[in-house]
């Protein structure tokens, strides 16, 4: 599910290529928080999360009010990452991981452990913590930007993602 049509064209179009079928894959324009309500309980393999950091970039280029870019707050952003944890723990089939890929922040030049709040969510709806992989950054594109900032500033790049892979068990 993504709320971004040219997400669904770029991934229709990275999935399109002669292979064996050993799974369906269902693209979907819809909101992840309410899409997720229509597939049955216990019915999913394996879910691979990787959503918009709060409103660091923006995901789409429509004020589309289900898109996740649109909300500043870190904390009501995690609040509606609540909602998707419930409904890909409610959809995972049990033993199964889900797989959230998300980083982190600043805020007034202070540090914002968004992904740790992201992972908080997730271990409250039921999920166990399998592993945090930390996928590390190289040759960002606002590498240029933030690098002369946080020497102006006095602050630190923050040069890395989680990769939270969650078990349900």
């Known amino acids: 599910f993504d709320v ?98 998300i980083g982190d922040t600043r805020r007034q030049k202070m540090y914002q452990p968004m992904a740790f709040k992201v992972m908080e969510r997730f271990l409250r709806v039921g999920f166990a913590l399998k592993e945090d992989i930390v996928k590390v950054q190289h040759n960002c594109k606002a590498t240029g930007y933030w690098k002369t900032n946080s020497e102006k500033y006095n602050f630190l790049l923050i040069m890395h993602e989680h990769m939270f892979i969650f078990q349900k068990v």
């Open 4 to 101: 971004n049509p040219l997400a669904i064209a770029r991934t229709r179009d990275a999935v399109d290529f002669e292979h064996e079928i050993l799974a369906e894959l269902v693209l979907e324009l819809d909101d992840a928080r309410e899409a997720m309500k229509k597939v049955k309980s216990e019915s999913i393999d394996f879910v691979l999360h990787h959503p918009p950091y709060a409103d660091i970039i923006k995901y789409s280029e429509w004020k589309i009010p289900e898109d996740l870019s649109n909300i500043h707050d870190i904390d009501a952003f995690a609040d509606e990452m609540e909602k998707i944890a419930k409904e890909c723990y409610r959809t995972l089939k049990k033993g199964n991981f889900c797989a959230v890929l």
